[in-house]
């Protein structure tokens, strides 16, 4: 049976899309190949027509044509052409023409959904588009060596360390990245450590949900920071514990506020989120104190302690630790880029071991190019070479925006005394932070509500944060007065 040629239509390209155009078309083939879409010996557009039909080079074309034929997917043809190879993989079952309605099932009878409980941090996917984006947590890419972090990706690739990651690791880690925390990370914090006391995790929060798993279950009572980052207050629930959240003030979390029952108590001493103060050191050597009084353990995470370009970081809660008491856990994810999603927790071995079989349930272990990746950005000097870069513009961005506040008049509730990325804003009374949120994301402006991180409070928040991480320091004024006049504007509306 002759299959008749297939049309130049299927064919398209977005150029507004961050995919070359000769990887464009292999997804179009590919993905008509194994939908079975395109069968075997259906014929394709010849180099020449196909090129002229999308008006792009023949060059692009030819490449694209080739890879799929040395891959298998495809077979050359006279006259440049070419057609679906016989022996190309194809679906071998077909999706059923009746799909299920989504009311075929009571997902919520079977799921019994709890997880859904953390409010929501608000950051649109596209927010490069806008002009003004003072997000925390997102990065400024001219500030990272990207050809450094590519060469480190190769250098991961090479025989040896693929045939090392290419078995499977179990419940194991890179012990590369692991002896770098332990030799050059801690240290930096005043913290000894051995690898058998070191869990590599996928983030920060993932370190924390497992301590938390750890630490409690139903009956036993836990602590975190009010305000506090919402997803360690929901980490802390999901447990069936009896959650307090406890108010900070200028120094943080305050020791003598704590409950008489307490099992776990959930901080970030050094640089508290999301007002950024720092715990004094009388604060500190209290909380150790009452911590083996009362026989609890502190989960300390010390994020973002790099960025510290006005003052030294305070010591880490865990170098001041003399019993064990203390639960640390690091990030990578904030200092170099969110989406590496890397991190670890630093326990008493007898804890990591826990630790490490409940991820190994999970997840078995994080991608292993990845952590290896990781380890030779660090090794080779590449992470302090970005750190410092990144320290040097963020000091100036700082002082911009600093004096951009103070111009318009915006209260500062909250800056760090060494640095880091944000401010913590306090609006007038009445104002609602959501809406200012609504209202300057029409302007261009991005702001984050400071609602999510009350866990218990269900009325409007004043209080909301502004990050210079994500944005030049040209933009910094302008982006300000902007928040300033909607302000000003969400106001007028509240009414009396």
Same mark, same amino acid.
């Not at 996917?125 to 590519?150: H, K």
């Not at 690791?169 to 070191?198: H, K, N, W």
């Not at 360690?232 to 305050?254: F, M, Q, R, W």
């Given at each position: 049976m002759t299959v008749p040629p297939v049309s130049e239509g299927i064919f398209f390209l977005d150029r507004e899309r961050p995919v070359g155009l000769q990887a464009q078309l292999r997804e179009t083939l590919v993905s008509g190949i194994l939908s079975g879409r395109l069968v075997p010996g259906t014929r394709l557009p010849s180099t020449r027509r196909l090129a002229g039909y999308l008006n792009i080079s023949r060059i692009t074309v030819t490449l694209a044509y080739q890879e799929l034929a040395a891959e298998g997917y495809i077979e050359p043809q006279a006259r440049s052409a070419y057609s679906v190879s016989d022996s190309a993989p194809v679906a071998r079952l077909r999706a059923s023409d009746e799909a299920a309605g989504d009311?075929?099932?009571?997902?919520?009878? $079977?799921? $019994?959904?709890?997880?859904?409980?953390? $409010?929501?941090?608000? $950051?649109?996917?596209?927010?490069?588009?806008?002009?003004?984006?003072?997000?925390?947590?997102?990065?400024?890419?001219?500030?990272? *060596? &990207?050809?450094?972090?590519?060469?480190?990706?190769?250098?991961?690739?090479?025989?040896?360390?693929?045939?090392? +990651?290419?078995?499977?690791?179990?419940?194991?880690? *890179?012990?590369?990245?692991?002896?770098?925390?332990?030799?050059?990370?801690?240290?930096?914090?005043?913290?000894?450590?051995?690898? @058998?006391?070191?869990?590599?995790?996928?983030?920060?929060?993932? /370190?924390?949900?497992?301590?938390?798993?750890? &630490?409690?279950?139903?009956?036993? !009572?836990?602590?975190?920071?009010?305000?506090? !980052?919402?997803?360690?207050? /929901?980490? #802390?629930?999901?447990? @069936?514990? %009896?959650?307090?959240?406890?108010?900070?003030?200028?120094?943080? &979390?305050?020791?003598?506020?704590?409950?008489?029952?307490?099992?776990?108590?959930?901080? %970030?001493?050094? !640089?508290?989120?999301?007002?950024?103060?720092?715990?004094? +050191?009388?604060?500190? #050597?209290?909380l150790l104190e009452m911590a083996e009084e009362r026989d609890f353990v502190i989960v300390e995470d010390d994020y973002e302690f790099e960025m510290s370009f006005l003052a030294p970081p305070a010591p880490a809660l865990k170098s001041l630790d003399r019993r064990g008491r203390v639960f640390y856990v690091g990030s990578f994810s904030k200092s170099l880029f969110p989406g590496l999603r890397l991190g670890y927790l630093m326990a008493p071995e007898p804890v990591i071991r826990e630790a490490r079989a409940l991820r190994a349930l999970m997840l078995r272990h994080p991608p292993g190019h990845l952590q290896r990746t990781a380890a030779y950005f660090l090794a080779l000097g590449h992470y302090d070479s970005v750190i410092r870069r990144m320290r040097h513009e963020y000091e100036k961005r700082h002082e911009v925006m600093a004096t951009a506040l103070r111009r318009q008049g915006l209260k500062v509730a909250g800056s760090s005394s060494f640095g880091g990325t944000c401010f913590w804003i306090e609006g007038p009374e009445g104002l609602d932070s959501e809406k200012l949120a609504a209202e300057l994301q029409a302007d261009g402006v991005l702001i984050e509500s400071g609602s999510p991180f009350f866990p218990t409070d269900q009325g409007p928040c004043r209080f909301f944060r502004i990050a210079y991480s994500s944005i030049s320091a040209d933009r910094i004024p302008e982006g300000v007065r902007r928040t300033a006049a909607a302000m000003e504007r969400v106001m007028r509306t509240a009414g009396p």
């Amino acid at each position: 049976m002759t299959v008749p040629p297939v049309s130049e239509g299927i064919f398209f390209l977005d150029r507004e899309r961050p995919v070359g155009l000769q990887a464009q078309l292999r997804e179009t083939l590919v993905s008509g190949i194994l939908s079975g879409r395109l069968v075997p010996g259906t014929r394709l557009p010849s180099t020449r027509r196909l090129a002229g039909y999308l008006n792009i080079s023949r060059i692009t074309v030819t490449l694209a044509y080739q890879e799929l034929a040395a891959e298998g997917y495809i077979e050359p043809q006279a006259r440049s052409a070419y057609s679906v190879s016989d022996s190309a993989p194809v679906a071998r079952l077909r999706a059923s023409d009746e799909a299920a309605g989504d009311d075929a099932v009571d997902w919520n009878a $079977k799921l $019994k959904p709890r997880f859904q409980i953390a $409010k929501t941090i608000r $950051k649109p996917l596209d927010w490069r588009r806008y002009p003004y984006p003072f997000l925390y947590g997102q990065m400024d890419t001219t500030l990272f *060596d &990207l050809g450094a972090w590519r060469d480190c990706s190769r250098r991961a690739l090479g025989r040896n360390d693929f045939e090392y +990651m290419a078995g499977d690791f179990a419940a194991a880690d *890179d012990m590369q990245l692991v002896s770098y925390i332990c030799s050059r990370t801690l240290p930096r914090r005043g913290i000894r450590a051995r690898p @058998e006391e070191i869990l590599v995790t996928l983030g920060a929060q993932n /370190a924390i949900w497992i301590a938390a798993q750890l &630490l409690l279950r139903r009956g036993t !009572h836990a602590v975190c920071e009010n305000p506090g !980052h919402p997803d360690i207050y /929901a980490s #802390l629930k999901l447990s @069936e514990a %009896t959650v307090t959240p406890i108010d900070v003030d200028g120094g943080g &979390l305050p020791p003598e506020r704590l409950p008489d029952k307490v099992d776990a108590v959930f901080v %970030t001493p050094s !640089h508290q989120a999301p007002t950024v103060t720092r715990m004094p +050191m009388e604060r500190r #050597l209290k909380l150790l104190e009452m911590a083996e009084e009362r026989d609890f353990v502190i989960v300390e995470d010390d994020y973002e302690f790099e960025m510290s370009f006005l003052a030294p970081p305070a010591p880490a809660l865990k170098s001041l630790d003399r019993r064990g008491r203390v639960f640390y856990v690091g990030s990578f994810s904030k200092s170099l880029f969110p989406g590496l999603r890397l991190g670890y927790l630093m326990a008493p071995e007898p804890v990591i071991r826990e630790a490490r079989a409940l991820r190994a349930l999970m997840l078995r272990h994080p991608p292993g190019h990845l952590q290896r990746t990781a380890a030779y950005f660090l090794a080779l000097g590449h992470y302090d070479s970005v750190i410092r870069r990144m320290r040097h513009e963020y000091e100036k961005r700082h002082e911009v925006m600093a004096t951009a506040l103070r111009r318009q008049g915006l209260k500062v509730a909250g800056s760090s005394s060494f640095g880091g990325t944000c401010f913590w804003i306090e609006g007038p009374e009445g104002l609602d932070s959501e809406k200012l949120a609504a209202e300057l994301q029409a302007d261009g402006v991005l702001i984050e509500s400071g609602s999510p991180f009350f866990p218990t409070d269900q009325g409007p928040c004043r209080f909301f944060r502004i990050a210079y991480s994500s944005i030049s320091a040209d933009r910094i004024p302008e982006g300000v007065r902007r928040t300033a006049a909607a302000m000003e504007r969400v106001m007028r509306t509240a009414g009396p």
